[in-house]
């Protein structure tokens, strides 16, 4: 059995996925499931005490229920939940890693009210997260016990023997452990607000200092209302400092052993709404040691089985993860989860909208990071969630789309690229908090919702060895150097944005075009330079700019706009960016840029190593099938269709008659123009051959 070429595979799935009562407690059978032989298999066994009540080998003993099933449920669509023991565990884990994989541990920092066992956190109850309004819910690993020793010291120190014993590969930490709750609604208990000054020297007002020691609801309150009016950067800033202390123990204790640490890290956010929203942030972590970060761009189960009905498809936005995320961490492996299916949150994906799962499967492969004149993937592969009660059958038809979302052997991207500036990076939060300004990440998922889709990121210091239509959000927040570089560029087009009444002669930019956001109080400005839009580009862009969508602006000081609680709900509140201003920009990238084909649909495409263009022609509608039109610059000497969909192959445009037509049935032999269909909400891959 072979794991999957060009790209990493590993399986998060609960124990009722394996067979306690098979001689090799499942292994084979798991194996023979798959059908691939997979990175890792990462067994949620869900509750930290897992880890905190870890007892050792001396003796045999169950596992509590909440270790055996994702919160206990008593089935999946396969076996009911069975009675595991620590030597039951124990063999599985070396049966799996003898036959060439291996299994993590993961766990969440949560509580469940002693619902199947005695929790280890109500005997510590100084160690719960506290939220607003006097709430108190699961871990919070880096709070302190009642005697001031750190909850992280104890816990890597069980952990370390925790994984020896059971010979795991490593450990995953996700929710609870890796940041999920927003801090803005977060801890500010008086251990965490005393860690705080401690760290940073602030001193506080007399009635806030006061009110240190009593962790009821009304002063945990009015402390939170302060740091957040006051030093909310401070706060934020401090929090990535702890995160990223709490990882560097961690990642040197496991790593001593030969072990590996995976973080999911973030909460369907990119890296600055990591940071601002869950106060970490994703490359100090990575820099810390962190061995995977496992981001979970989960738009279809997260939209599907959310119970927030009025949220748009979350398809642009979380997609947009990908490309952001690894240009800004740069170090270790950056994989992410894709949902299958879930017996405790009941949902399945690949059952109830496989068009859409497909969508995910194929895109989020899709985007790279260029660098050092080349380009290579964005993510190296796929965290499957989860993958417990899956059959032979389906996990073929999941193995299919993988291997066709890795085959593509990128040179470079042909769509738009945005520049990603660690300059920028670090000044966004100060600037963020004083002008609520779009991020990058928000430019980048707005335009696709436009439909223009960039491809790809390139860091700054790789601009030199860069070629093609380049994006560069908030060119005034780029550092002196980055500027000269940008404005030097000249091998594409260049569109830039920038603060309302930017000036972009005082850098020795010509621009061929310059326009502003007419109907908003804080307005973009849009700039670019190296091609100049044509008549017709113009004219439309002035029609969309005269178009007010009505939306309100923000008023009063943006840092009093309200924050959200939840980030799977909403991340960050923006100024007013009206839909025809946004349009606009969406078709200047699209229309000056160096691609050399037009469609009629949304798209993505790439150069591959041997000339073969690859597009991913995207369906703009759920529910109905349509067609794209795609038109190259120059005839090409054929195409051939890698998805699994459509069946038949693109229809030629007769040059003639203007015909589409097969070549099975004696059409044109002139290829330039052909049509494809789509399935709803799918996108379809097509390999286009020049001549």
């Known amino acids: 059995m072979e794991k999957l070429k060009n790209g990493k595979v590993f399986i998060w799935m609960q124990l009722l996925g394996f067979d306690r009562e098979d001689s090799d407690r499942g292994a084979a059978r798991f194996l023979d499931q798959t059908g691939f032989l997979p990175d890792g298999a990462c067994a949620l066994l869900f509750h930290p005490d897992f880890v ?70 109500s005997d510590h109850p100084e160690l719960q997260f506290h ?50 709750g927003n801090i803005y609604h977060g801890d500010y208990s008086t251990d965490m607000v005393t ?45 990535c400092w702890r995160w990223e202390s709490f990882f560097k123990k961690i990642c ?87 949902g299958l299916q879930d017996a405790t949150e009941e949902w399945d994906m690949m059952k109830h909208v496989p068009c859409l799962h497909e969508r995910d499967l194929y895109t989020m492969m ?78 980048f998922y707005e335009l696709a919702k436009a439909g223009t889709h960039c491809g790809a990121c390139v860091r700054s210091e790789d601009l030199d060895s860069f070629t093609g239509t380049l994006l560069v959000p908030d060119f005034d927040m780029l550092s002196l150097e980055e500027q000269r570089k940008v404005a030097a560029y000249d091998r594409g087009a260049v569109v830039c944005t920038a603060h309302a009444g930017f000036e972009p002669a005082a850098y020795g930019i010509q621009p061929t075009i310059l326009f502003a956001d007419r109907f908003s109080n804080r307005p973009l400005t849009v700039f670019a330079f190296g091609a100049s839009p044509d008549d017709d580009t113009r004219a439309a862009i002035e029609a969309l700019l005269t178009q007010d969508d009505g939306k309100p602006n923000l008023e009063g000081d943006p840092a009093d706009a309200p924050d959200f609680p939840y980030t799977l709900v909403d991340t960050l509140p923006f100024v007013k960016v009206t839909t025809g201003f946004r349009d606009a920009l969406a078709r200047l990238l699209l229309d000056i840029g ?81 049509e494809v269909k789509l399935q709803p909400g799918g996108v379809t891959l097509i390999d286009v051959y020049p001549q």
Request: hydrophobic letters at 35%; one cysteine or more.
């Open 252 to 338: 040197a204790r496991v790593h001593a052993i030969g072990r590996e640490v995976m973080v999911l890290g973030m909460y369907c956010t990119d890296p600055f709404e990591t940071k601002y929203c869950l106060g970490t942030d994703l490359a100090r972590i990575m820099n810390a040691g962190v061995d995977y970060l496992t981001a979970n761009i989960l738009p279809t189960s997260c939209f599907i089985a959310s119970p927030w009905d009025t949220q748009d498809y979350y398809f642009h936005r979380y997609m947009a993860i990908a490309p952001i995320t690894a240009a800004h961490i740069r170090q270790g492996h950056l994989v992410s989860m894709v």
């Open 594 to 674: 160096d691609c050399p084909l037009t469609c009629d649909k949304p798209y993505l495409a790439y150069r591959l190593k041997d000339g073969t263009i690859r597009l991913y022609l995207f369906n703009d509608n759920d529910v109905h099938y349509r067609r794209a039109f795609v038109t190259m610059k120059e005839p090409v000497a054929d195409t051939r269709t890698v998805s699994s969909f459509p069946i038949l192959p693109v229809r030629y445009k007769d040059a003639a008659t203007g015909g589409l037509t097969h070549q099975y049935v004696g059409g044109s032999t002139y290829k330039q123009s052909f």
């Open 52 to 121: 905190n009540q870890y007892k050792g080998m001396d003796e045999e003993y169950e596992l509590p229920a909440d270790n055996c099933a994702y919160y206990g449920i008593p089935r999946n669509a396969e076996r009911e939940r069975q009675p595991w023991t620590n030597y039951n565990l124990r063999d599985l884990s070396g049966n799996l890693s003898d036959r060439g994989t291996g299994m993590y541990a993961g766990i969440m920092g949560v509580s469940i009210g002693d619902s199947f066992h005695q929790e280890w956190i």
């Open 131 to 180: 939220t607003r309004g006097g709430k108190r819910r699961g871990l919070f690993a880096l709070k302190r016990f009642k005697n001031g020793a750190y909850y992280e010291d104890f816990f890597v120190e069980q952990l370390c023997r925790t994984l020896v014993d059971y010979g795991f590969k490593g450990i995953h930490l996700a929710d609870g452990f890796s940041p999920s």
């Open 195 to 239: 860690q705080f000054i401690d760290h940073t020297g602030l001193i506080l007002p007399d009635g806030i200092a006061a009110s240190l020691g009593n962790d009821e609801a009304e002063a945990e309150d009015a402390r939170a209302d302060w740091i957040w009016k006051n030093v909310r950067a401070e706060w934020i800033e401090f929090m």
């Open 366 to 443: 899709a985007y790279q990071l260029a660098e050092n004149g080349g380009s290579r993937r964005a993510l190296e592969g796929y965290f499957l969630c989860l993958g417990d009660g899956i059959k032979r059958a389906d996990w073929d038809w999941e193995r299919e789309r993988m291997e066709i979302a890795f085959s593509a052997d990128v040179d470079r991207t042909l769509s738009p690229t945005m520049l990603w500036s660690d300059h920028a990076y670090e000044n966004m939060l100060a600037e963020y908090i004083q002008t609520r300004r779009f991020t990058p990440f928000k430019l």
